[in-house]
């Protein structure tokens, strides 16, 4: 039996102690926003917080989560998604297929805990986990908007079809030009 608290409420699970946290967190919980992806803790798609670390839940047996720790899952980050970093990826719309963007949204808020005012290499640095859809301009846009940096730093390519149809045609946008 494990107790975790998870998003600031008890649980008790009866799980074998090697269960990833992540399908506690799914199957016995119910919180399904923190998403498997690779099972080998590689692609970030099952970040959570430990502690205000984030941590790859797919990879972290329940055996390593004492009763004390605190885990912090997606659905626990606002209750209405009012979260800076959560508004930023609304207003830059961040999310392509929007699979991995759970996991994106917890390595963001962590960082910004650490760093509140992050460069873009304090962002590359900290923003490990993969997207599919290759949105990470727009990540880094994002984190930026969401630690009220100032115009200039953090920028988005947007791509779309040329005057004729046939082309690409790429245009960088700086995020303060966006609001606009």
Do not use: F
Request: glycine residues 10%; charged residues 20%.
């Amino acid at each position: 039996m494990a107790q975790l608290n998870i998003n600031g409420r008890s649980h008790q699970v009866d799980v074998e102690p090697d269960t990833p946290l992540l399908w506690v967190i799914r199957e016995h919980i119910g919180l399904t926003g923190t998403k498997y992806g690779c099972g080998v803790a590689q692609c970030g798609a099952c970040s959570v917080h430990l502690n205000g670390e984030v941590v790859r839940s797919c990879a972290l047996p329940v055996s390593a989560v004492r009763p004390e720790d605190k885990v912090v899952t997606i659905e626990g980050l606002s209750p209405d998604s009012s979260h800076p970093i959560q508004k930023a990826w609304v207003e830059l719309d961040v999310p392509q297929c929007g699979y991995c963007q759970s996991g994106q949204v917890m390595a963001a808020t962590a960082l910004l805990a650490k760093k509140p005012k992050p460069t873009d290499q304090d962002i590359d640095d900290a923003m490990t986990n993969i997207c599919r859809c290759g949105t990470y301009q727009r990540i880094r846009a994002a984190v930026h908007l969401a630690a009220g940096n100032s115009k200039g730093v953090g920028s988005v390519i947007h791509m779309g079809a040329g005057p004729r149809g046939d082309e690409v045609v790429m245009a960088e946008a700086d995020q303060s030009e966006m609001k606009a």
